[in-house]
T-cell receptor, first 117, second 114 residues
């Protein structure tokens, strides 16, 4: 079946501009995660959705970053007033997680490479 | 907070060599541990996992044992192939400790030469 998809695969923007990155999770997955992977680093957690609500946004670096998931499926990560330091690969993952402490495998998308000039 | 430390790369080996990639962790709760792999041009894939102490995760000839006493989860393979060339990430999930996302190490780039 279809995996997690992300669009665009590459995005080049200028400093100060606004960008939106889209994630289509695996159908039926209730949990959705966003991560940021800078060059030479491992992915860093940004935000976790359970259904439509952001259950944990503790990883968002500042108030320029915002994410939504209005219908509990597709999610959009929004970055305002982009800075050169925002350049990274933004990864999305989804899982069957239903709550509690048991782990459900996260399936990752291919990522969106964001370059801020 | 939680953290994962893994050996720096790149690691270059000849085909059929024995592989070890070290990984140690700190966690608030009792984490589950994972190795993810990223092949060239592809997304992150789960390679193996272990959810409690002394569990051994295994897949595709790779193994890792959850060692609580040494807070380690080292990845091993007895005989590597050129097709194993990839970036390997050690990671933990500490939902019991209040962390919803995975915590990753920096990754180890493995290069296998024929």
């Amino acid at each position: 079946g279809a995996g997690v998809s992300q669009t665009p695969s590459n995005k080049v923007t200028e400093k100060g501009k606004y960008v939106e990155l889209r994630c289509d999770p695996i159908s039926g997955h209730t949990a959705l995660y966003w991560y940021r992977q800078s060059l030479g680093q491992g992915p860093e957690f940004l935000i976790y959705f359970q259904g439509t609500g952001a259950a944990d946004d503790s990883g968002l670096p500042n108030d320029r970053f915002f994410a939504v998931r209005p219908e509990g499926s597709v999610s959009t990560l929004k970055i305002q007033r982009t800075e050169r330091g925002d350049s990274a690969v933004y990864l999305c993952a989804s899982s069957h997680r239903t709550g509690g402490n048991s782990y459900n495998e996260q399936f990752f998308g291919p990522g969106t490479r964001l370059t801020v000039l | 907070g939680d953290s994962v430390t893994q050996m720096e790369g790149p690691v270059t080996l000849s085909e059929e060599a024995f592989l070890t990639i070290n990984c140690t962790y700190t966690a608030t709760g009792y984490p589950s541990l994972f190795w993810y792999v990223q092949y060239p041009g592809e997304g992150l894939q789960l390679l193996l996992k272990a959810t409690k102490a002394d569990d051994k995760g295994s897949n595709k000839g790779f193994e890792a044992t959850y060692r609580k006493e040494t807070t380690s989860f080292h990845l091993e393979k007895g005989s590597v192939q050129v097709s194993d060339s990839a970036v390997y990430f050690c990671a933990l999930s500490d939902q019991g400790g209040g962390a919803d996302g995975l915590t990753f190490g920096k990754g180890t780039h493995l290069i296998i030469q024929p």
